[in-house]
């Protein structure tokens, strides 16, 4: 091994490291912060009420496009009938999962990444500290747990949506019979594809929380450092969405 | 070091509230205190001078035990900060109440909010107490009318009045205040000059003001340190330092560039750096 990539090697071991020390001292600090549910729903409200927007809107055109797609690959084999099966496992399974984590990291991940370094930069978390107040207990874990309750959440309402933008284009448009667009998705999907979700969601929004708050409460105490740990976020967020994507997928075949 | 005079250590070290003993720090290997000593006496106004990068900041991070001395003592209260577990030094944070340089008032907040913290944080009094208690603050820095703007919406000195009355809403021991003056104007430096002076007369508040501003200081300071290179090189009440004849003294009272305290961040050679020839 040459002496430039050991040291890449150590470094990213040190960091791995350092990751997991916060989350340890983060996951000690979200139980007292649990008595301030105050800070946490206005957190959630952050997380997840300002994605609103644009998780519907990328939930209703991603559901749009899969009717489209669906209803083109389904026709050839004359089997239409199953548009609303293909629409529901894809959205629930992949596509919401996987989408709204990759929304939240650009939108919630970085500003909640950026919010912490300023605070960090701007002397606030050290003046909490003087004035004996915990800033893990009082910044850091009220987000980590908004992020991680808002992502499931907004998981949730992307599937809704799509589901109806997939209605809206195979039956509205392209002729589905209606009531067999619902009652084949129905009686396919298994309560296993919606666990499936369920827990790619709930992880995803630990990591992305845990990465974001990280990268923020980390970040060197200037404006550039500030930018540089947003940058670091949406990337590591990405890369481990997609990556443990294919881990929890093959969990679950 | 001949130029340490005047120096007077009256302190009998029981009254020390502050006691810096022989404290040596560096940051990165480059040392910022080597052999500093400070005392800091119950009930009275002690500053703290110095030129800009000497570690006057890094001393009020020592004391507040947001960092360590790497060798020598700093207790506070009568107690060693590095001895401390995490929950005694949140008690004897709570007994202080500290200025930051830039105010560090928390965003999220009003300014309202922002004074509130740690009233809201450490007890559990009624809202209207606490209302009463957070607008006495702001009306003593004048900014009652300011209550519920925004940290973004105020001037920068401004913020530093928020940090003070924040600094004093539950009424600590000691304050410990970094740069209080600096972006005043003249009547608001004029009233945080004698507030200082009024809560220190009034509740006998021990007081810890790190300042450039050695005339405003010398009207409230009952007593003095300057501090150069790593050590304390005059100290004294303000009439003595005045009278000091030491060059070190003398050249931070009349603010010269010239003199024993260097004014440039250490370099190599101006006349090589700009002939652009390396050193050797
Ligand atoms: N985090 C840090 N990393 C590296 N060097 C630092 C750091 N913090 C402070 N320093 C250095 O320590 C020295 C003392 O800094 P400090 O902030 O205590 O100075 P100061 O006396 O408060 O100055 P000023 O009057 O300008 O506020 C400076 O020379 C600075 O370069
Ligand atoms: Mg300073």
Redesign the pocket.
């Known amino acids: 091994m040459s002496n430039g990539s050991r040291q890449g090697v150590l470094e990213a071991l040190r960091k791995a490291g350092v990751t997991a020390l916060f989350f340890g001292r983060l996951l000690a600090a979200c139980v007292p912060a649990l008595a301030r549910p105050r800070l946490i729903i206005a957190q959630i409200y952050n997380a997840g009420a300002r994605s609103l927007i644009i998780i519907m809107l990328s939930g209703l055109f991603t559901g749009m496009v899969l009717g489209l797609q669906g209803y083109d690959l389904l026709q050839r084999f004359g089997a239409t009938s199953a548009l609303g099966t293909a629409a529901a496992l894809s959205l629930l399974k992949e596509l919401g999962p996987v989408l709204t984590a990759l929304l939240f990291a650009g939108r919630a991940g970085t500003a909640l990444t950026s919010e912490i370094g300023l605070m960090r930069a701007t002397d606030q978390l050290t003046a909490m500290e003087v004035m004996a107040v915990d800033p893990m207990r009082h910044v850091a874990a009220p987000r980590f747990l908004g992020g991680l309750i808002a992502l499931p959440l907004l998981t949730a309402i992307f599937i809704v949506i799509g589901l109806y933008g997939a209605q809206l284009v195979g039956v509205q448009m392209m002729g589905v019979d209606h009531g067999i667009f619902w009652s084949q998705m129905q009686s396919a999907i298994a309560l296993k594809d919606v666990t499936e979700g369920v827990v790619k969601s709930v992880v995803f929004g630990a990591v992305l929380s845990l990465i974001a708050v990280n990268e923020g409460y980390h970040a060197d105490p200037t404006a550039e450092g500030v930018g540089r740990a947003t940058t670091r976020t949406v990337v590591a967020s990405s890369v481990m969405t997609l990556l443990l994507d294919y881990v929890l997928t093959a969990a679950f075949l | 070091m001949d130029d340490s005079q005047p120096t007077s250590h009256p302190a009998p070290e029981t009254d020390a509230v502050i006691d810096v003993r022989d404290v040596h720090y560096a940051?990165?290997g480059?040392p910022?205190f080597a052999g500093l000593d400070v005392r800091v006496r119950r009930g009275l106004i002690t500053a703290v001078m110095?030129?800009?990068?000497?570690?006057?900041?890094?001393?009020l991070?020592l004391i507040t035990g947001q960092i360590y001395a790497d060798r020598g003592q700093v207790s506070v209260f009568g107690r060693e900060v590095a001895d401390m577990g995490r929950a005694e030094l949140f008690a004897t944070r709570r007994r202080m109440g500290m200025l930051f340089?830039n105010g560090a008032l928390l965003t999220d907040l009003t300014v309202f909010e922002n004074v509130a913290f740690p009233v809201r944080e450490r007890t559990n009094l009624p809202e209207p107490l606490i209302r009463n208690l957070v607008l006495t603050k702001l009306e003593a820095v004048g900014l009652r009318g300011a209550a519920q703007l925004m940290p973004a919406e105020l001037s920068g000195g401004m913020a530093r009045r928020v940090a003070l009355a924040r600094a004093i809403v539950m009424d600590p021991e000691m304050l410990i205040y970094?740069?209080p003056f600096v972006g005043l104007d003249p009547i608001s430096l004029g009233v945080i000059l004698r507030l200082i002076k009024q809560m220190n007369d009034a509740l006998g508040i021990t007081s810890v003001v790190?300042s450039?501003d050695v005339h405003e200081i010398a009207t409230i300071a009952d007593h003095s340190y300057l501090i150069s290179e790593g050590r304390v090189v005059a100290s004294g009440s303000p009439a003595q330092l005045a009278e000091s004849d030491s060059a070190t003294v003398h050249q931070f009272m009349t603010g010269s560039a010239e003199g024993p305290v260097r004014f440039h961040?250490p370099a190599a050679d101006y006349a090589t750096e700009l002939l652009g020839v390396e050193k050797g």
């Open positions: 940051i990165d480059r910022i110095g030129p800009s990068g000497t570690g006057k900041t890094t001393l991070r340089q970094d740069e790190v450039h961040y």
